[in-house]
T-cell receptor, first 115, second 114 residues
Framework: SAVISQKPSRDICQRGTSLTIQCQVD?????MFWYRQQPGQSLTLIAT?????????ESGFVIDKFPISRPNLTFSTLTVSNMSPEDSSIYLC????????????FGSGTRLTVV | QKEVEQDPGPLSVPEGAIVSLNCTYS??????FMWYRQYSRKGPELLMY????GNKEDGRFTAQVDKSSKYISLFIRDSQPSDSATYLC??????????????FGKGTKLSVKP
C-alpha cells in the first residue's frame, strides 16, 4: 500500500494566522483526500484534490478557508486560513489503498491547536 | 437518524477476551464496509475491508456484515494490550473514486488490560 508522510505532525497557532499542511505520497495517485477529525466526531471529508484541476469541496467547506494545492501526482497541501479556535482539530490526508484490498490509506495527521 | 451509528465506549476488557465492536447504518445502498484502527496520535489504519454481506477473517480479526439488519461487526479474538486503540467503522455505496460517499462512525475506544 501507499506510504504517506504528513507534516507538520502538530502545531500551535495564533488566531488569524494560516497554516499549510503538506502531504507526500511514495507513489503516484490520481486523487488525494483531506479530512478533519474533531474530538468526539466522525472523520469528515473536506475536499478531494486532483492533479491539474481545482479541488472539489464538500458541503460546509470553502476554498477561501481551506485552499488546496496539487502540483503533481505525489504531493498536496492544505492551508487552514484565518484560523480561529474552532479550527483546532486533527487534519489528515488520504489516498486509495492500492493493494487490491480496497479501502484507503491515511497519513499520521496534523494536530492543530489554535489559541 | 445519523447514517452511521457507533457506540463510542470506552470499552475495557481483560487480556484474552473476545471483543465485539458494532456499527449500525441506515442507508441500504451501502455495500462496501471497512474497519480502521487508530492508535493515539496516529492516522487510521485499514484493518478489514468487506464487500456486501458475509464474514471475512484475518488472523484474530473477523468482520461480519448483515445487510438485512444494516449491522456490521468486528470481532477480536484473544485480545492483546496492543489492540488498545480506537476502532472506526466506515462504509460507502461505491468503490473507489471520490470519497464523498465514505461515511465514518465516530469510533469506539477499546482498552485491553493486561
Amino acid at each position: 500500500s501507499a506510504v504517506i508522510s504528513q507534516k507538520p505532525s502538530r502545531d500551535i497557532c495564533q488566531r488569524g494566522t494560516s497554516l499549510t499542511i503538506q502531504c507526500q505520497v511514495d507513489s503516484q495517485v490520481t486523487m488525494m483526500f483531506w479530512y478533519r477529525q474533531q474530538p468526539g466526531q466522525s472523520l469528515t471529508l473536506i475536499a478531494t484534490a486532483n492533479q491539474g484541476s481545482e479541488a472539489t469541496y464538500e458541503s460546509g467547506f470553502v476554498i477561501d478557508k481551506f485552499p488546496i494545492s496539487r502540483p503533481n501526482l505525489t504531493f498536496s497541501t492544505l492551508t487552514v486560513s484565518n484560523m480561529s479556535p474552532e479550527d483546532s482539530s486533527i487534519y489528515l490526508c488520504s489516498v486509495e489503498h492500492w493493494t487490491g484490498a480496497g479501502g484507503y490509506t491515511f497519513g499520521s495527521g496534523t494536530r492543530l491547536t489554535v489559541v | 437518524q445519523k447514517e452511521v451509528e457507533q457506540d463510542p465506549g470506552p470499552l475495557s476488557v481483560p487480556e484474552g477476551a473476545i471483543v465485539s465492536l458494532n456499527c449500525t447504518y441506515s442507508n441500504s445502498a451501502f455495500q462496501y464496509f471497512m474497519w480502521y484502527r487508530q492508535y493515539s496520535r496516529k492516522g487510521p489504519e485499514l484493518l478489514m475491508y468487506t464487500y456486501s454481506s458475509g464474514n471475512k477473517e484475518d488472523g484474530r480479526f473477523t468482520a461480519q456484515v448483515d445487510k438485512s439488519s444494516k449491522y456490521i461487526s468486528l470481532f477480536i479474538r484473544d485480545s492483546q494490550p496492543s489492540d488498545s486503540a480506537t476502532y472506526l467503522c466506515a462504509m460507502s455505496a461505491n468503490y473507489g473514486g471520490s470519497q464523498g460517499n465514505l461515511i465514518f462512525g465516530k469510533g469506539t475506544k477499546l482498552s485491553v488490560k493486561p
